[in-house]
T-cell receptor, first 115, second 112 residues
Framework: GAVVSQHPSWVICKSGTSVKIECRSL??????MFWYRQFPKQSLMLMAT?????????EQGVEKDKFLINHASLTLSTLTVTSAHPEDSSFYIC???????????FGSGTQLSVL | AQSVTQLGSHVSVSEGALVLLRCNYS??????LFWYVQYPNQGLQLLLK??????LVKGINGFEAEFKKSETSFHLTKPSAHMSDAAEYFC??????????FGAGTRLFVKA
């Protein structure tokens, strides 16, 4: 089946630095990718919807300048957490689909810890 | 470590019939269990979650799920299907920490 690769799976960084997370669709063209974050014991929260070649659509309350999303190709979307702070520590996961009514596939997630 | 298995990649029911979507999990620690729904071209929405309180969990849109530890199951049900329930449903398990594991998803079809 289709595979979505997310990298890195785990990252520790210092406060004030930026971290980039990649989400790749390995054997299909992902016209749409979604980015989520999750805090321990809570459900996923949709951060943004990313369509190839256009600006991401952010959910209310998500800072666009803080969480930069780039979907430059049909197989790659990136999430950059800029000037990370300890409160940004979370589990980030991406998902991708080929299009409307197509199956959704998940990356394995990235655990971010900001010291 | 956690894992989750959804039985049946596709389920088809008639409008008004019972909906049953199956989910079995494994977890080395007390699990947090979730059901999410995805409508076409939208992100996931949380239907319901189990967090070690009542074993029968009621969610939105008339869905509910029962946590059965002895069967390691968390099946999703709805007494009467509606056309608007047609979507993809994902079961997920977390150990209470950061990482969440998703099932492969079950596509629900509702026939008129």
């Amino acid at each position: 089946g289709a595979v979505v690769s997310q990298h890195p799976s785990w990252v520790i960084c210092k406060s004030g630095t930026s971290v980039k997370i990649e989400c790749r669709s390995l054997d299909f063209q992902a016209t749409t990718m979604f980015w989520y974050r999750q805090f321990p014991k809570q459900s996923l929260m949709l951060m943004a919807t990313s369509n190839e070649g256009s600006k991401a659509t952010y959910e209310q309350g998500v800072e666009k300048d803080k969480f930069l999303i780039n979907h430059a190709s049909l197989t790659l979307s990136t999430l950059t957490v800029t000037s990370a702070h300890p409160e940004d520590s979370s589990f980030y996961i991406c998902s991708a689909s080929e299009g409307i009514n197509e199956k959704l596939f998940f990356g394995s997630g990235t655990q971010l810890s900001v010291l | 470590a956690q894992s989750v298995t959804q039985l049946g990649s596709h389920v088809s029911v008639s409008e008004g019939a019972l909906v049953l979507l199956r989910c079995n999990y494994s977890s080395s620690v007390p699990p947090y269990l979730f059901w999410y729904v995805q409508y076409p071209n939208q992100g996931l929405q949380l239907l319901l979650k189990y967090t070690s309180a009542a074993t029968l969990v009621k969610g939105i849109n008339g869905f509910e799920a029962e946590f059965k530890k002895s069967e390691t199951s968390f099946h999703l049900t709805k007494p009467s299907a509606h056309m608007s329930d047609a979507a993809e449903y994902f079961c997920a398990v977390s150990g209470g920490g950061f990482k969440t594991i998703f099932g492969a998803g079950t596509r629900l079809f509702v026939k008129a």
